[in-house]
């Protein structure tokens, strides 16, 4: 079974600061994918990055990173220059490779940006 | 569609009564995913529908849920004899089949049962 696990509950930081966001997954996996969903007050769903596994370079997406540790099995976010439209939970997600396209959300973690 | 449309965006209903949730994928998209989101928590999987395969409902919580898409396209959600425990936001995500694809979420279905 895939799991996936964010520790931190919410998080805050200053505008224009910079803030990361931690997430671990469990799979026995080789080949998948990773993202990151950002979902504002409007309960809309926005894709945010997204990881193939397959890929050592870390994606990036203009001022949102991710630090890819596929033998830790961690994925962070990270989110440089935070700015008010920032605020929002953001849930880190997997899916498994040539399997149907199911996704594995974690618990998401609530970020406000403080200006 | 230009997006996944969900119906209605907010329901208010009576503890027993039966509820349906309407999800429009976009158009193409054979993959559709439901999820049940409770007030502050994540995202739990409810069931999966695949092209033409049978879905995976392992998510669904009890017998009383069930879900149907027709056509592989329009896909509905159903709940029966409802229960406080079930107010949650649902929502529903359509995508490609194929690699490197994301899944675009509707904007939910806000269910409350009083």
């Known amino acids: 079974a895939q799991t996936v696990t964010q520790s931190q509950p919410e998080m805050s930081v200053q505008e224009a600061e910079t803030v990361t966001l931690s997430c671990t997954y469990d799979?026995?996996?080789?080949?998948?994918?990773l993202f990151w969903y950002k979902q504002p007050p409007s309960r809309q769903m926005i894709l945010v990055i997204r990881q193939e596994a397959y890929k050592q370079q870390n994606a990036t997406e203009n001022r949102f990173s991710v630090n890819f540790q596929k033998a830790a099995k961690s994925f962070s976010l990270k989110i440089s220059d935070s700015q008010l439209g920032d605020t929002a939970m953001y849930f880190c997600?997997?899916?498994?490779?040539?399997?149907?396209?199911?996704?594995?959300f974690g618990t998401g973690t609530s970020l406000t940006v403080i200006p | 569609g230009a997006g996944v449309s969900q119906s209605p965006s907010n329901k208010v209903t009576e503890k027993g009564k039966d509820v349906e949730l309407r999800c429009d994928p976009i158009s193409g998209h054979t993959a559709l995913y439901w999820y049940r989101q409770r007030l502050g928590q994540g995202l739990e999987f409810l069931i999966y529908?695949?092209?033409?395969?049978?879905?995976?409902k392992s998510g669904l919580p009890s017998d009383r849920f069930s879900a149907e898409r027709t056509g592989g396209s329009v896909s509905t959600l159903k709940i029966q004899r409802t229960q406080q425990e079930d107010s949650a936001v649902y929502l529903c995500a359509s995508s490609l089949m194929g690699v490197n694809t994301e899944a675009f979420f509707g904007q939910g279905t806000r269910l409350t049962v009083v």
């Open positions: 997600a997997f899916m498994k490779q040539n399997t149907g396209n199911q996704f594995y």
């Open positions: 799979t026995s996996e080789n080949n998948y994918y």
């Open positions: 529908f695949q092209g033409n395969s049978a879905p995976d």
